[in-house]
Every structure is written in structure tokens, then in C-alpha cells.
């Protein structure tokens, strides 16, 4: 499974990047996010929110959060920007955030 993450299509990554899309591009943020949640990579994950076109995602995980299904750290998981300079920025500087593993608290 690590091999599969460190390399997809054949291309290694260091960043993953979400441009506005649909089924399939939100399949495939929130899978390497996912990965990212679960320590399997901890890679920088990207979303140019175009004219707020991922705005509904950006709160519907902030609900998750208040609603208890998701830790505060995770949405740390995933930089939002608008401006592709200030999303590159953000990813240079990116320190993955600590991570809890929520079923060691069961």
C-alpha cells in the first residue's frame, strides 16, 4: 500500500494539489487525505478554492469537527487558498500536524 501512495502513475509526489473538479477530484483529495490522517504519508495536501468553489467542503469538515466526528488537528490536514502564490507558500512551509490515533482512544 506505501508503494501505491509513494507512486502513482508512475510519478513520485511531494505534494498533492486539488484543483476545482468533480466526483473524482473529491474522491481523490480526501483519499490522500485520509492517508495523510492515518500517518501513511505526510505530504502537503493542496486545494486552490477558486472563487470559494471548495468553500462548502471547508465548512462541511469544520462541521464535522463541531459535530465530534473529526479532530480539530486533521482540518490542519488540508491547506485551503484561493491564490495560487499563498497556497505554494503554505506548502513549502507545511508542518504535518500531530496526529492522535483515534482507535488507541476507544
Request: glycine fraction near 12%; charged fraction near 15%; aromatic fraction near 10%.
Given at each position: 500500500k506505501e508503494e501505491a501512495v509513494a507512486k502513482r502513475n508512475g510519478r513520485e509526489r511531494d505534494?498533492?494539489?486539488?484543483?476545482?473538479?468533480g466526483l473524482g477530484t473529491f474522491e481523490e483529495l480526501?483519499?490522500?487525505?485520509?492517508w495523510s490522517?492515518?500517518?501513511?504519508h505526510k505530504k502537503?495536501?493542496?486545494v486552490l478554492n477558486?472563487?470559494?468553489?471548495?468553500?462548502?467542503i471547508?465548512?462541511?469538515?469544520?462541521?464535522a469537527?463541531?459535530?465530534g466526528f473529526m479532530q480539530q488537528t486533521n482540518l490542519g490536514l488540508?491547506?485551503?487558498?484561493?491564490?495560487?502564490g499563498l497556497l505554494l507558500d503554505e506548502i513549502v512551509s507545511y508542518v504535518p500536524p500531530v496526529q492522535t490515533n483515534k482507535w488507541n482512544e476507544l
Open positions: 505534494v498533492d494539489i486539488a484543483l476545482p473538479g480526501f483519499e490522500v487525505v485520509s490522517q492515518l500517518g501513511i502537503p495536501v493542496g477558486v472563487l470559494g468553489f471548495y468553500q462548502p471547508a465548512e462541511m469538515l469544520k462541521h469537527v463541531g459535530a488540508i491547506l485551503f487558498e484561493e491564490e495560487p
